[in-house]
């Protein structure tokens, strides 16, 4: 609803004003009633510049993408920019011997450039390859008895050594990790087989224990020849493949058995 009214004068930029409108396209009476100002770009108030303690420098309020005074983040400011509130993060320190390499180092900063003092009060090495060097204890090599290659403590991926394993192991590593077995006659050739070792060199037990075929082809000749009708749960046992990689196969269309694609 429009009604008559006079402009008034902004008292910041002397310029003549009148009512705006809200977002419903009605104008705000009530706002232009007690308005002195013309928009919140003169929105000034009396204040007292402060001197940055980084650089010295003196500095107001800033202003935001729409012309706008930052009143709030002027009163807690205590820095003229980001750069001079990363540099003033600091405090008075003294360097650290390292326990491993008797280098003395600082703290470091993180991603946005602050200093990570909580670290550098419990840091006792300049770096995670000291701290892994330092785990070190003298030991003595153990002999595989598979192999008789001579072995000692592994190191995880932070450098550390690896002591409980290295204490309660016998073997150099997992290829070594062999069970008394006996070996299996083939149920299409009449071979006779042991279990096979997979990519890492390591025996395939779970597979061994239940494969009644010595290879793929066997299986499927054996198949063949009895003329029997599987199921996925039959296939997994008698092929030693997980149930869920046979189910998979046969939602893809491939082979149950060999995981190829049917001719």
């Given amino acids: 609803m429009k009604r008559l009214y006079e402009e008034k004068k902004c008292t910041a930029c002397g310029k003549m004003f009148g009512p705006k409108r809200n977002g ?70 003294e360097e650290k011997p390292c326990l491993n390499c008797g280098k003395m180092f600082g703290p470091k900063r993180d991603g946005r450039g602050n200093y990570m003092w909580r670290s550098f009060d419990r840091a006792k090495w300049c770096s995670h390859a000291c701290h892994g060097a330092s785990l070190a ?40 990790s062999v069970r008394p077995y006996e070996e299996k006659k083939c149920a299409a050739c009449g071979k006779m087989f042991g279990p096979k070792r997979g990519g890492d060199g390591c025996y395939t037990w779970r597979s061994f224990d239940r494969q009644k075929s010595c290879s793929y082809a066997c299986i499927t000749t054996h198949l063949a020849i009895h003329g029997v009708l599987l199921t996925c749960a039959e296939i997994a046992r008698v092929t030693g493949v997980h149930y869920d990689s046979v189910r998979r196969r046969v939602r893809d269309g491939l082979n149950p058995l060999t995981g190829k694609k049917s001719a």
């Fill in 137 to 176: 204890r003298p030991y003595e090599e153990k002999k595989c008895p598979a192999c008789g290659k001579m072995f000692g403590p592994k190191r995880r991926g932070n450098g550390c050594y690896q002591w409980g394993d290295f204490n309660e192991g016998k073997l150099c590593g997992r290829a070594c």
């Fill in 24 to 93: 419903d396209g009605r104008y705000g009476w009530g706002a232009f009633d007690r308005a002195e100002l013309c928009g919140q770009a003169c929105l000034v108030r009396p204040y007292e510049e402060k001197k940055c303690p980084a650089c010295g420098k003196m500095f107001g309020p800033k202003r935001d993408g729409r012309g706008n005074y930052m009143w709030r983040s002027f009163d807690r400011a205590k820095w003229c920019s980001h750069a001079c509130s990363y540099a003033s993060a600091t405090r008075p320190y």
